[in-house]
């Protein structure tokens, strides 16, 4: 029987049925959410750091297909709902959400033998910023659709459209950013079919909570290997996301000199919206 530390140093055990998913962890002492989804390959991790207002059932809606379409393996399983089936995603999934904590626990992905970092949207600072990650080594580490600067006028979120999101948060104002963001009815659609459990007082302080952090530049650098823009973005405005990787690769040759091994990052332009479902179930 499998057996993890959570954040608060007690056992308990995981999840035998592939697909299944721990029960998120709470928020706690400033640790960031997390929820662990069980794949088939489980030597394997994605750490995937999420988006602003998501939990766990964002993985969910990815790998969740219409029970009335044909098996395509003993690995599906029936959801609650008698509706949709889940299918296993190919490695184990460790989601990160909900940055009104910053800390993580290296204990939760103590064991694999190979550790991808994924990060989309907003989870791309909340890495960068993330207090736990700076031992933890990645084979990979790939940022979709996000910048390690959120709110920024050149290389970020504009912060005249940060602040009215977050001044005018509400009921409508969301279903309104969430269409957006996933850039189609079908999408949308989709998306809800496992809406986030979180409450509006919550990712309220989520975003409020980014803004003030990320006016600090404290945190760990991600070896970033490669960045995803997606060109019908409504959310990041694709321009500033080539500022910020083309920036930051300047960077990375101006300190080559002083530090060996580095690597330019790779920028990628692709044509989704800020959630292109698909693409991202992909690159899991």
């Known amino acids: 029987m499998d057996v993890q530390e959570n ?3 007690k056992s308990e055990q995981l999840p035998e049925e592939v697909g299944g998913a721990e029960n998120s962890c709470p928020l706690e002492n400033n640790f960031i959410q997390t929820e662990l989804i069980r794949g088939v390959d489980r030597s394997t991790l994605t750490l995937f750091f999420s988006g602003w207002a998501t939990d766990g ?33 190919p490695n184990d999934i460790l989601v990160c959400y909900n940055y009104n904590g910053y800390l993580f626990n290296p ?9 991808k970092l994924m990060a989309w949207s907003l989870g791309v600072w909340a890495a960068e910023f993330a207090t736990g990650l700076e031992s933890v080594v990645f084979d990979e580490a790939v940022a979709l659709n996000g910048t390690t600067s959120p709110n920024d006028e050149q290389r970020g979120i504009p912060p005249a459209i940060y602040t009215g999101t977050l001044n005018g948060l509400n009921e409508r104002n969301l279903y309104k950013f ?26 309220k302080g ?14 760990t650098s991600i070896p970033w290997s490669k960045a995803i823009i997606c060109t019908q973005d409504a959310i990041f405005p694709p321009d500033n996301q080539v500022n910020a990787w083309k920036g930051l690769n300047e960077e990375r040759v101006a300190a ?9 990052i790779e920028i990628c332009l692709v044509e989704q919206p800020h959630f292109p479902a698909a693409l991202l179930k992909s690159l899991l």
């Open 57 to 89: 059932n964002l993985i969910k809606s990815l790998f969740a297909e219409c029970a009335t379409q044909p098996q395509q393996s003993q690995l599906q399983q029936q959801t609650s709902d008698g509706q949709h089936i889940s299918v296993a995603p």
């Open 256 to 264: 080559e000199a002083n530090l060996s091994g580095i690597k330019e």
């Open 107 to 115: 204990k939760l992905i103590e064991g694999y033998s190979r550790i």
């Open 7 to 9: 954040r608060i140093g």
């Open 206 to 219: 989520e975003l409020a909570a980014i803004l003030t952090r990320s006016q600090t530049k404290d945190w």
């Open 178 to 203: 969430r269409r957006r963001m996933c850039g189609s009815t079908e999408s949308y659609n989709a998306f809800m079919q496992f809406p986030p459990q979180r409450t509006m007082e919550s990712i």
